[in-house]
């Protein structure tokens, strides 16, 4: 069974950095596309990155590009969020999400961790 554990989120100001990790386990993920997602509230949860474990190919949504780098540590099996030049509108909860490369849609979803980013 997939699990995915997500740790990092804090309380930032404005123009600072945080880094998310998501320590996956459960199976082996190299047909894997994990993604970075948030949802802040009253509002609708959105794609920010995504990153095929095998082969690094990464997206990254308009929103957070140039800003938000996703990476990933196989042998640590974990996926990493690089958040720089944060906003007080990125304050959300961010959730780590991962699906196999033929699938659309994510099936495994972690805790997800709180991000506040005061001004």
């Known amino acids: 069974q997939v699990q995915l554990v997500e740790s990092g989120g804090g309380l930032v100001q404005a123009g600072g950095s945080l880094r998310l990790s998501c320590a996956a386990s459960g199976r082996t993920f190299s047909t894997y596309v994990m993604g970075w997602f948030r949802q802040a509230p009253g509002k609708e949860r959105e794609i920010l990155a995504s990153i095929i474990w095998s082969g690094g190919t990464t997206y990254y949504a308009d929103s957070v590009k140039g800003r938000f780098t996703i990476s990933r540590d196989n042998p640590k099996n974990t996926v990493y969020l690089h958040m720089n030049s944060l906003k007080p509108e990125d304050t959300a909860v961010y959730y780590c999400?991962?699906?196999?490369?033929?699938?659309?849609?994510?099936?495994?979803w972690g805790q997800g961790t709180q991000v506040t980013v005061s001004s």
């Open positions: 999400a991962a699906r196999r490369l033929t699938n659309t849609k994510y099936p495994y």
